[in-house]
């Protein structure tokens, strides 16, 4: 049963960046005080992108112990390596590229397309092999600490669309086609996978988000705010700026 839901809300999207890469430091910082290594699930977009810069900027990352820790993503545009639209391209650019004692083997980017790889649900095999190959015996995937995810101003989350087939996903992977949002071809950790995380932080900015993000509250059904199934296990969190968490006037 998922934690109760928590709201922070920080006065713009910049702030907002700044207070998610903080506050990530410090929670890799605590849980490497207990454990040996970390699972941590980035997203994408154009605030969750801004915080791993923030990141790099940050001299708090010298205290983590980035050797320890594992990252994986919770989707990915089906594209070629290195494409600019990549969450995984955009991630590099603005941290893991520059970090300083990340074990290349412990980075995970989700399979792009290639020899083996010709759709989604190959690069969904692919990944949800690799989830299990580091999960404890007789389980599916490894213990996430943490998923971080945006929502979109029709309220998916990952690449989970409202009214998508993707959503009732069983499994850990799933291929995407037929995304309402470019490009049409995406793979995703499915609603099982997310929700076996301990925590789940939601980073969500923008006026445009706003009427969504009170329907997520007001607990609209998954099958039409798909944020709403985004949950964590001892936490989840939603990080917004002022735009996002203020009700649309009417």
């Known amino acids: 049963m998922s934690a109760a ?15 998610v890469a903080a506050r990530l430091l410090t ?11 970390v699972h941590l699930v980035l997203t994408g977009g154009t605030v969750g992108i801004a915080s791993l810069a923030a990141i790099s900027r940050s001299p708090v ?14 989707d990915e545009r ?12 955009q991630a590099r650019e603005a941290l893991l590229d520059g970090l300083e004692g990340l074990d290349p083997a412990k980075v995970h980017p989700m399979p792009a397309p290639g020899e083996g790889v010709d759709s989604p649900e190959d690069s969904a095999a692919a990944y949800a092999a690799e ?19 945006g929502m979109g101003p029709d309220g998916h989350v990952a690449s989970l669309f409202p009214g ?12 995407v086609h037929g995304s309402p949002k470019p490009p049409p071809l995406r793979t995703s950790l499915t609603f099982e996978a997310i929700r076996s ?6 980073v969500v900015a923008g006026a445009e988000k706003a009427a969504v993000t009170q329907r997520a509250f007001e607990g609209a059904p998954v099958e039409e705010v798909p944020a709403v199934g ?7 969190v939603w990080l917004l700026d002022l735009a996002a968490a203020t009700p649309p006037a009417g």
């Open 5 to 19: 839901r928590v709201a922070l809300v920080h006065p713009d999207a910049e702030v907002l960046a700044e207070a």
């Open 164 to 175: 998508h087939e993707a959503l009732a996903a069983a499994g850990t992977v799933v291929g």
């Open 230 to 236: 985004a949950v964590g296990t001892q936490a989840t």
């Open 61 to 74: 990352r010298l205290a983590v112990d980035w050797s320890a820790v594992h990252l994986w993503w919770g």
């Open 131 to 149: 989830l299990a190959s580091l999960a404890p015996e007789g389980a599916a995937l490894p213990p996430f600490d943490l998923v971080l995810l």
């Open 78 to 89: 089906f594209l070629p390596s290195g494409d600019p639209e990549r969450n995984e391209t």
């Open 197 to 202: 995380a301990d925590e789940v932080w939601l």
């Open 27 to 37: 929670r890799l910082v605590d849980l490497q005080s207990v454990q040996d290594e």
